[in-house]
């Protein structure tokens, strides 16, 4: 959206799936992701699309669960409706978009990027690596040095319609199985829930479908009674680090999770893919409206993401050791005081409104 609206290059999208493609997530638009959006020129429209979130109960591993309001904005949408409606508004702005078209390899030579794909090769003055976690075309990105500090979470979800005691709140389960991590219920209409839990694979673990098996009947089995299934579970990796690093290679930018971009604590990612991906067009259109060797290794790109998400996700990491501790726990024994639920809104502020 950032680059084709510039005007300054010529912008080809290009996307492995159809739209509108399923992706799994949580589909949570955290207050800070609304505010971004409305910077974006798209608010109004997420807004008018999405279920809006009034607050949030978040359960320790006691099962004692705390409903926290408050005054922040917080959305579900669908992630085929908001990522469609993202893909369009980069056309409306002049982007060109090629579905059913996977990269295959990229290779940088004379300062010109070649993009191999199942529709034939491409030539580009710089790509950004915008494909997730999954993009696996560019293997170079990969954090396999343990000083880089990125970590892949694993995910499981499933999505049901008529489940029961759901209303306006999202909620976060601490159990002590998944802990720093959690299993969460998010509503996406007053009938549709999707429900999931994330955790840190290890040695003699439960694998996902476990996991998810031992969290429904923990938490869910009751109210899911009368609820029907729509589709099938489906897992999906987390890219998560405590600080941007590694976001560019010759002739290639990184954004979102390709970069390793997620929250540690919480997975969130949405916002960390706006950012980044914003912040890789205007800085492309900048570079494309001077002088494109004022950034050629990506230096200034990648001190750009710093500034915008370092600290938010050294929080995150912050956040996780917290989680790690007992303290959410004691917190949440301690709810009825006035200055607990302060510190626990401030915490999970992300992730509801309050
Ligand atoms: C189960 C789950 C729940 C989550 N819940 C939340 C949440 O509630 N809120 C939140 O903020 N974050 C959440 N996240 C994290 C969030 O989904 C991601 O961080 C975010 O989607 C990353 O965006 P991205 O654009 O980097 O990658 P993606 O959203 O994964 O998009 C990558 C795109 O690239 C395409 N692609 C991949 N490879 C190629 C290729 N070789 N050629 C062409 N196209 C390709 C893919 O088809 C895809 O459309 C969740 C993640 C999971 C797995």
């Not at 998560?240 to 929250?263: C, F, I, N, T, Y």
Request: net charge positive; proline share 3%; aromatic share 8%.
């Amino acid at each position: 959206m950032a680059l084709a609206g510039s005007g300054y290059a010529e912008c080809l999208l290009l996307e492995r799936k159809s739209l509108p493609r399923t992706k799994a997530c949580g589909s949570g638009l955290s207050p800070w992701t609304l505010t971004y959006l409305d910077r974006l020129g798209v608010g109004a429209e997420v807004r008018k699309r999405a279920f809006r979130i009034d607050g949030a109960i978040i359960a320790g591993v006691d099962g004692a669960g705390v409903e926290l309001r408050g005054d922040h904005e917080t959305a579900i949408l669908l992630r085929s409706e908001f990522d469609e409606l993202l893909a369009r508004e980069a056309e409306r702005r002049g982007a060109r978009l090629q579905e059913g078209c996977t990269v295959r390899r990229i290779e940088s030579r004379n300062g010109q990027v070649a993009v191999e794909t199942n529709n034939g090769t491409f030539e580009a003055d710089v790509v950004v690596d915008c494909t997730g976690a999954t993009g696996g075309f560019d293997r170079e990105r990969r954090h396999t040095d343990s000083s880089a500090g990125g970590t892949t979470l694993h995910t499981i979800m499933a999505w049901y319609e008529g489940m029961e005691g759901c209303s306006d709140v999202v909620e976060l389960f601490f159990d002590r199985e998944l802990k720093p991590h959690y299993g969460w219920v998010f509503p996406e209409t007053s009938r549709r829930v999707n429900v999931g839990l994330c955790f840190l694979p290890g040695p003699q673990q439960p694998n996902a479908r476990e996991h998810f098996q031992g969290f429904l009947e923990r938490r869910l089995q009751h109210r899911l009674r009368r609820a029907d299934q729509l589709g099938k579970w489906i897992g999906h990796p987390v890219n998560v680090s405590a600080m941007p690093r590694k976001l560019a290679a010759p002739g290639v930018l990184r954004a979102g999770e390709a970069g390793w971009l997620a929250d540690f604590a919480t997975a969130e990612g949405i916002y960390h893919a706006l950012v980044s991906g914003h912040l890789a067009g205007t800085h492309l259109a900048e570079l494309a409206a001077g002088d494109w060797r004022n950034d050629l290794d990506g230096t200034r790109y990648q001190a750009k993401v710093a500034k915008a998400l370092g600290p938010r996700m050294l929080g995150g990491r912050v956040l996780m050791s917290a989680l790690k501790s007992p303290a959410l726990d004691l917190a949440l024994r301690l709810r009825s005081l006035r200055a607990t639920r302060e510190v626990l809104k401030r915490a999970f502020s992300g992730l509801y409104h309050g």
